[in-house]
């Protein structure tokens, strides 16, 4: 993939300077990148790079370098983009705070200081003027959504999407992610979590079109109606045609949606996506030489049954944890986890076995991996498996070179995927499962890791 970077150049219609930048993906496939609003100056390949991905409806996708979802990033780092967008929104809401937004953005250039940068976040959080609600947005957006919502403090909920669906209980609100590979989101926090007329913060890692904000948004608020909606995202590339949506749904609803990021720009796509089925494994796995190692740590977490709100005889088998955000939690919640955390991270630290550590979080859970993953002592890198098929290439300007999918062990009907893992970066891997504990579910994703030629499989189990 050849990046080409113009000069900035003056626009007469919004008197803002702007870059471009064209991205040649794979074959024809082009994207063109119009930055225009970058205040602390980012370079664009700090925060993301590009691929095709297998879906017609969208031929890209931008693969961030700081989420901690395709590619592997320090914890603290993906930790800190949360924490930047919440002292964006305090900024916003004309609060004033110790911390500063350029402290944070130090941790994405020098990762040796993003632990002391986010420590130093914990033990003094922001604190909101009114009480909010954030909702982080599945798959990916649902650490960044957490980690947001966690460094304030005060009257402050979180609750999170999913693509799951909970055939033991209804879901508050249900809305379309039009371009997703898996286009349904749910909420299935108890129906009085929702209730209040608090601003509402939407989390996601980018708005392109912002048609999944505006979805939810409308959603909302037909049933839980306020007044106050804010987006959060890293990268904002509304086309002025999409922000004149917004403004029409402002119009329609009385109310007011405003927006932050840490850049805006717009984009514009030539070429044809690339035509194929879902991209295949490159590993090979004749005689795997990997030890698996499991390692139960229910213990030190909540988990979440539906019996606590429906009758007796309805209890998942395999319960959720109760502080992911799936189910809604609220800043008091936050302290409780915190211990967790801990005690599980003191726990696993003890089970490494070389320097060089790869944590995998999976599908939607990945805030309390990353946690763990930070508190799991130096050499640790993070990332999480995905539902988004991407196509691989061996250039070194593309974003992903190797691809490994496997069954998903909640549900098999549902392909998964996870990048960029080899042998000679890791000497182990430690693979966080919130639910699934049954080895014959788990086979298709142990397969997967043993082709990747790392030798020491960790199989942290959260599940009671």
């Known amino acids: 993939m050849n990046i080409k970077t113009s000069l900035p150049f003056s626009s007469d219609k919004m008197n803002l300077p702007k870059e471009k930048h064209l991205y040649n993906i794979l074959e024809d496939l082009e994207v063109t990148i119009e930055v225009t609003r970058n205040p602390f100056q980012?370079?664009?390949d700090l925060?993301?790079?590009?691929?095709?991905r297998i879906n017609k409806k969208r031929s890209f996708l931008f693969v961030s370098k700081v989420l901690g979802k395709h590619l592997p990033v320090n914890p603290h780092v993906s930790l800190l983009s949360g924490a930047a967008l919440g002292i964006l929104y305090q900024q916003q809401c004309g609060g004033r705070s110790e911390h500063r937004i350029e402290d944070i953005i130090e941790g994405f250039y020098q990762e040796d200081k993003a632990e002391e940068i986010y420590r130093n976040l914990k033990s003094r959080p922001l604190a909101v003027k009114e009480p909010t609600l954030f909702i982080g947005f599945a798959e990916t957006a649902t650490a960044l959504g957490h980690s947001m919502f966690d460094i304030f403090s005060g009257p402050t909920k979180y609750v999170h999407?999913?693509?799951d669906c909970i055939a033991e209980v209804e879901p508050v609100l249900q809305f379309e992610e039009e371009h997703s590979h898996a286009t349904a989101h749910r909420c299935y926090a108890q129906s009085d979590f929702f209730t209040g007329d608090e601003p509402v913060v939407l989390i996601d890692d980018e708005i392109t079109t912002g048609r999944t904000a505006l979805n939810i948004i409308q959603d909302l608020h037909q049933k839980y109606p306020r007044n106050q909606y804010v987006i959060a995202s890293l990268l904002d590339w509304r086309s002025d045609q999409d922000i004149l949506r917004f403004h029409e749904v402002e119009q329609q609803l009385g109310i007011t949606i405003s927006t932050l990021s840490l850049i805006q720009g717009s984009i514009s796509v030539s070429g044809s996506p690339?035509?194929?089925?879902a991209p295949a494994n490159e590993g090979t796995l004749k005689e795997s030489k990997a030890q698996i190692y499991n390692h139960p740590v229910g213990h030190f977490f909540e988990h979440y049954r539906y019996s606590s709100l429906?009758?007796?005889?309805?209890v998942n088998t395999l319960p959720y944890l109760k502080s992911t955000g799936r189910f809604g939690m609220t800043g008091a919640d936050i302290s409780g986890l915190d211990q967790q955390v801990d005690a599980c991270a003191s726990y696993l630290e003890q089970k490494r076995m070389g320097s060089r550590t790869l944590c995998l979080g999976t599908g939607e859970f990945m805030y309390i991996p990353m946690r763990?993953?930070?508190q799991m002592g130096q050499g640790i890198s993070y990332q999480s498996t995905t539902r988004s098929p991407i196509h691989p290439s061996p250039e070194d300007t593309y974003a992903i070179h190797h691809v490994y999918p496997f069954d998903c062990p909640e549900d098999g009907s549902i392909p998964n995927f996870f990048y960029n893992i080899t042998g000679d970066l890791y000497d182990e891997i430690f693979v966080f499962m919130e639910r699934e504990k049954d080895r014959l579910r788990l086979t298709p994703l142990l397969q997967a890791l043993e082709s990747t030629k790392v030798n020491r499989i960790h199989i942290v189990d959260l599940a009671t």
Do not use: K, N, Y
């Open 47 to 52: 925060l993301f790079e590009m691929a095709a």
């Open 372 to 374: 763990i993953a930070a």
């Open 161 to 163: 999407t999913t693509r």
């Open 310 to 314: 429906h009758s007796a005889d309805q």
């Open 274 to 277: 690339i035509e194929a089925g």
């Open 42 to 44: 980012l370079p664009l």
